[in-house]
Protein backbone atom coordinates (compact mmCIF):
# COMPACT_ATOMS: atom_id res chain seq x y z
CA UNK A 1 0.00 0.00 0.00
CA UNK A 2 1.44 3.30 -1.04
CA UNK A 3 -0.48 5.64 1.42
CA UNK A 4 -1.89 7.52 -1.94
CA UNK A 5 -5.55 7.02 -2.12
CA UNK A 6 -7.52 7.42 -5.09
CA UNK A 7 -11.38 7.42 -5.83
CA UNK A 8 -13.10 6.17 -7.46
CA UNK A 9 -11.20 3.13 -8.60
CA UNK A 10 -14.21 3.07 -11.72
CA UNK A 11 -16.16 5.42 -13.72
CA UNK A 12 -18.29 5.17 -16.48
CA UNK A 13 -19.59 7.82 -18.67
CA UNK A 14 -20.47 9.00 -21.53
CA UNK A 15 -19.11 11.87 -24.04
CA UNK A 16 -19.88 15.53 -22.90
CA UNK A 17 -19.95 14.88 -19.85
CA UNK A 18 -17.85 16.11 -16.87
CA UNK A 19 -16.47 14.11 -14.04
CA UNK A 20 -14.27 14.64 -10.93
CA UNK A 21 -11.01 12.28 -9.86
CA UNK A 22 -10.17 12.83 -6.24
CA UNK A 23 -6.46 11.86 -4.27
CA UNK A 24 -5.79 11.78 -0.95
CA UNK A 25 -1.73 12.02 -1.33
CA UNK A 26 0.48 9.96 1.56
CA UNK A 27 0.43 11.85 4.93
CA UNK A 28 3.06 14.52 5.45
CA UNK A 29 3.79 14.55 1.45
CA UNK A 30 2.95 18.83 0.02
CA UNK A 31 3.37 17.68 -3.61
CA UNK A 32 0.50 16.00 -5.64
CA UNK A 33 1.32 15.02 -9.49
CA UNK A 34 -1.53 13.98 -11.77
CA UNK A 35 -0.72 11.25 -14.84
CA UNK A 36 -3.01 9.74 -17.57
CA UNK A 37 -2.00 5.79 -19.20
CA UNK A 38 -3.47 5.76 -22.47
CA UNK A 39 -3.02 2.73 -24.50
CA UNK A 40 -1.34 4.50 -27.53
CA UNK A 41 0.45 7.53 -25.71
CA UNK A 42 1.98 5.72 -22.03
CA UNK A 43 2.26 7.25 -18.88
CA UNK A 44 1.64 11.21 -19.53
CA UNK A 45 2.18 13.89 -16.92
CA UNK A 46 -0.56 16.02 -16.72
CA UNK A 47 0.56 18.42 -13.44
CA UNK A 48 1.48 18.96 -10.47
CA UNK A 49 0.82 20.96 -6.87
CA UNK A 50 2.67 22.06 -3.66
CA UNK A 51 1.36 22.71 -1.01
CA UNK A 52 -1.75 23.98 -2.53
CA UNK A 53 -0.15 26.05 -5.30
CA UNK A 54 0.42 24.96 -9.19
CA UNK A 55 4.14 24.14 -10.06
CA UNK A 56 4.40 22.47 -12.99
CA UNK A 57 2.18 21.59 -15.95
CA UNK A 58 2.63 18.97 -19.29
CA UNK A 59 0.06 17.71 -21.42
CA UNK A 60 -3.10 18.82 -19.72
CA UNK A 61 -5.44 19.23 -22.40
CA UNK A 62 -7.85 22.54 -21.57
CA UNK A 63 -10.60 20.59 -20.82
CA UNK A 64 -8.92 19.67 -18.09
CA UNK A 65 -8.13 21.49 -14.55
CA UNK A 66 -6.99 20.84 -10.99
CA UNK A 67 -6.64 22.10 -7.62
CA UNK A 68 -5.00 20.92 -4.59
CA UNK A 69 -7.30 21.88 -1.18
CA UNK A 70 -5.71 23.17 2.26
CA UNK A 71 -6.10 19.33 3.31
CA UNK A 72 -3.65 18.63 0.31
CA UNK A 73 -5.95 16.35 -1.21
CA UNK A 74 -6.32 16.75 -5.27
CA UNK A 75 -9.23 16.34 -7.69
CA UNK A 76 -8.70 16.33 -11.43
CA UNK A 77 -11.81 18.10 -13.15
CA UNK A 78 -12.20 16.50 -16.47
CA UNK A 79 -14.85 17.83 -18.79
CA UNK A 80 -16.58 17.88 -22.27
CA UNK A 81 -15.26 13.83 -22.31
CA UNK A 82 -14.36 12.34 -25.47
CA UNK A 83 -14.00 9.00 -26.55
CA UNK A 84 -9.92 9.34 -26.41
CA UNK A 85 -10.07 10.47 -23.02
CA UNK A 86 -10.58 6.57 -21.43
CA UNK A 87 -7.68 5.95 -19.94
CA UNK A 88 -6.48 5.01 -16.45
CA UNK A 89 -5.63 8.65 -14.54
CA UNK A 90 -2.98 8.28 -11.68
CA UNK A 91 -2.46 10.67 -8.63
CA UNK A 92 0.91 10.30 -6.97
CA UNK A 93 2.23 12.29 -4.06
CA UNK A 94 6.32 13.08 -2.83
CA UNK A 95 7.44 14.74 0.08
CA UNK A 96 9.29 17.45 -1.82
CA UNK A 97 8.63 20.57 -3.93
CA UNK A 98 9.35 19.16 -7.38
CA UNK A 99 10.19 15.98 -9.00
CA UNK A 100 13.52 15.27 -7.65
CA UNK A 101 15.91 16.69 -4.57
CA UNK A 102 15.76 12.79 -3.43
CA UNK A 103 12.03 12.48 -3.16
CA UNK A 104 10.63 9.44 -4.95
CA UNK A 105 7.00 9.54 -6.19
CA UNK A 106 4.61 6.73 -4.62
CA UNK A 107 1.77 6.21 -7.05
CA UNK A 108 -2.36 5.72 -6.31
CA UNK A 109 -4.09 2.57 -7.54
CA UNK A 110 -5.72 4.55 -10.50
CA UNK A 111 -8.71 5.91 -11.50
CA UNK A 112 -10.34 3.38 -14.78
CA UNK A 113 -12.32 6.44 -16.71
CA UNK A 114 -14.38 4.89 -19.64
CA UNK A 115 -16.28 6.64 -21.77
CA UNK A 116 -18.88 5.88 -23.97
CA UNK B 1 13.63 16.91 -22.53
CA UNK B 2 14.71 13.74 -21.15
CA UNK B 3 14.82 10.36 -23.41
CA UNK B 4 14.05 7.19 -21.40
CA UNK B 5 14.14 3.93 -23.19
CA UNK B 6 13.98 0.73 -22.19
CA UNK B 7 14.75 -2.64 -23.37
CA UNK B 8 13.49 -4.99 -24.23
CA UNK B 9 10.05 -4.32 -24.80
CA UNK B 10 9.10 -8.04 -24.34
CA UNK B 11 10.51 -10.92 -22.11
CA UNK B 12 9.29 -14.08 -22.04
CA UNK B 13 10.27 -16.41 -19.15
CA UNK B 14 10.03 -19.52 -17.58
CA UNK B 15 9.44 -19.54 -13.44
CA UNK B 16 12.71 -19.55 -12.07
CA UNK B 17 14.74 -17.91 -14.87
CA UNK B 18 16.64 -14.51 -14.13
CA UNK B 19 16.34 -11.73 -16.53
CA UNK B 20 17.97 -8.19 -16.59
CA UNK B 21 15.59 -5.23 -17.99
CA UNK B 22 17.81 -2.17 -18.99
CA UNK B 23 16.65 1.83 -19.22
CA UNK B 24 18.44 3.91 -21.29
CA UNK B 25 18.66 7.86 -20.21
CA UNK B 26 19.46 10.51 -21.91
CA UNK B 27 20.58 13.28 -19.58
CA UNK B 28 22.04 13.43 -16.24
CA UNK B 29 19.37 12.92 -13.52
CA UNK B 30 18.73 13.51 -9.77
CA UNK B 31 15.83 11.10 -9.62
CA UNK B 32 15.34 7.68 -11.27
CA UNK B 33 12.74 4.96 -10.16
CA UNK B 34 11.84 1.60 -11.15
CA UNK B 35 8.08 0.43 -10.77
CA UNK B 36 5.98 -2.47 -11.82
CA UNK B 37 2.72 -2.59 -13.02
CA UNK B 38 0.15 -5.81 -11.89
CA UNK B 39 -1.70 -7.06 -14.34
CA UNK B 40 -4.67 -5.33 -12.28
CA UNK B 41 -2.95 -2.11 -13.19
CA UNK B 42 -1.76 -0.95 -10.29
CA UNK B 43 1.66 0.58 -9.99
CA UNK B 44 4.24 -0.84 -7.61
CA UNK B 45 7.10 1.14 -6.41
CA UNK B 46 10.27 -1.19 -6.60
CA UNK B 47 13.44 1.16 -6.61
CA UNK B 48 14.35 4.55 -5.99
CA UNK B 49 18.06 4.73 -7.02
CA UNK B 50 19.39 7.87 -9.36
CA UNK B 51 22.76 6.17 -8.68
CA UNK B 52 24.69 3.09 -6.87
CA UNK B 53 22.95 -0.22 -6.06
CA UNK B 54 20.05 -1.67 -4.09
CA UNK B 55 18.79 -4.73 -3.71
CA UNK B 56 15.24 -6.28 -1.87
CA UNK B 57 14.46 -9.67 -1.79
CA UNK B 58 15.05 -11.07 -5.33
CA UNK B 59 15.41 -7.63 -7.02
CA UNK B 60 18.02 -5.74 -7.43
CA UNK B 61 19.08 -2.15 -9.15
CA UNK B 62 22.30 -0.55 -10.24
CA UNK B 63 22.15 2.59 -11.78
CA UNK B 64 25.68 3.81 -13.73
CA UNK B 65 24.69 7.59 -13.59
CA UNK B 66 27.60 9.07 -15.72
CA UNK B 67 27.05 6.10 -18.43
CA UNK B 68 23.12 7.41 -18.21
CA UNK B 69 21.74 3.64 -17.87
CA UNK B 70 19.68 1.41 -15.18
CA UNK B 71 19.23 -2.03 -14.90
CA UNK B 72 16.96 -3.86 -12.56
CA UNK B 73 17.60 -7.57 -12.00
CA UNK B 74 15.02 -10.03 -11.16
CA UNK B 75 15.91 -13.74 -9.88
CA UNK B 76 14.35 -16.48 -9.58
CA UNK B 77 10.85 -15.38 -11.55
CA UNK B 78 7.82 -16.16 -10.16
CA UNK B 79 4.46 -15.62 -11.98
CA UNK B 80 3.82 -12.95 -9.48
CA UNK B 81 6.68 -11.16 -11.04
CA UNK B 82 4.26 -11.08 -14.37
CA UNK B 83 3.38 -7.16 -16.06
CA UNK B 84 5.04 -4.61 -17.13
CA UNK B 85 8.08 -2.75 -15.60
CA UNK B 86 8.75 1.25 -16.21
CA UNK B 87 11.44 3.08 -15.61
CA UNK B 88 11.17 6.97 -15.16
CA UNK B 89 13.73 9.27 -14.65
CA UNK B 90 13.58 13.12 -14.30
CA UNK B 91 16.94 15.18 -15.67
CA UNK B 92 19.38 16.95 -13.48
CA UNK B 93 18.07 20.70 -15.60
CA UNK B 94 15.36 22.69 -15.34
CA UNK B 95 11.86 21.84 -13.48
CA UNK B 96 11.05 18.65 -15.96
CA UNK B 97 8.75 16.24 -14.80
CA UNK B 98 9.72 12.82 -14.01
CA UNK B 99 9.22 11.07 -17.61
CA UNK B 100 8.22 7.20 -17.90
CA UNK B 101 9.80 4.73 -20.52
CA UNK B 102 8.00 2.32 -22.61
CA UNK B 103 8.21 -0.63 -20.48
CA UNK B 104 8.95 -3.76 -20.31
CA UNK B 105 6.38 -6.22 -20.41
CA UNK B 106 7.50 -9.63 -18.61
CA UNK B 107 5.34 -12.36 -19.50
CA UNK B 108 6.02 -15.79 -16.70
CA UNK B 109 5.27 -18.84 -17.22
CA UNK B 110 4.59 -22.11 -14.90
Redesign the interface.
Same mark, same amino acid.
Given at each position: D /?GVTQTPKHLITATGQRVTLRCSPRSGDLSV *?WYQQSLDQ??Q =?LI?YYNGEE??K?NILERFSAQQFPDLHSELNLSSLELGDSA $?Y?CASSGGQ? =?? *? %? /?? $???G %??T?LTVT | GIQVEQSPPDLILQEGANSTLRCNFSDSVNNLQWFHQNPWGQLINLFYIPSGTKQNGRLSATTVATERYSLLYISSSQTTDSGVYFCAAKSNFGNEKLTFGTGTRLTIIP
Open positions: /S *YGL =FQRAG $LFG =FA *Y %N /SP $LHF %NGR | -
